[in-house]
Nanobody, 121 residues
């Protein structure tokens, strides 16, 4: 069994900062790409940012220069530092990880339960 548990969401004023954290636990052999997605009311879930096990990152254009993803491979954690937050960043943020549970077994995607981020204007 594998679990992803997020923390760090909340309410913040526009221009403020929040830091999200996600920890993967359970039977894990290796973790490939980890990332953050978000879903605002009435919208589809969208990619925010990803990071590979080697540290390569991708950001959606709207968060470039404001959000920073990082991970600790030893602890199986991924963080998202969000600065200069805007009302349009309001959404439920989901942690995602591509995890291999055993050697030579194909990896699969896992999702956290989501954490609410609300940015007031």
């Amino acid at each position: 069994q594998v679990q992803l548990v997020e923390s760090g969401g909340g309410l913040v004023q526009a221009g403020g900062s929040l830091r999200l954290s996600c920890a993967a636990s359970g039977s894990i052999f290796s973790i490939n790409t980890m990332g953050w997605y978000r879903q605002a009311p009435g919208n589809e879930r969208e990619l925010v940012t990803t990071i590979t096990s080697g540290g390569g990152t991708i950001y959606t254009d709207s968060v470039k220069g404001r959000f920073t993803i990082s991970r600790d491979n030893a602890k199986n954690t991924v963080d998202l530092q969000m600065n200069s937050l805007r009302p349009e960043d309001t959404a439920i943020y989901y942690c995602n990880a591509d995890i291999s549970r055993f050697r030579n077994i194909r990896s699969r995607n896992y999702w956290g339960q989501g954490t609410q981020v609300t940015v007031s204007s």
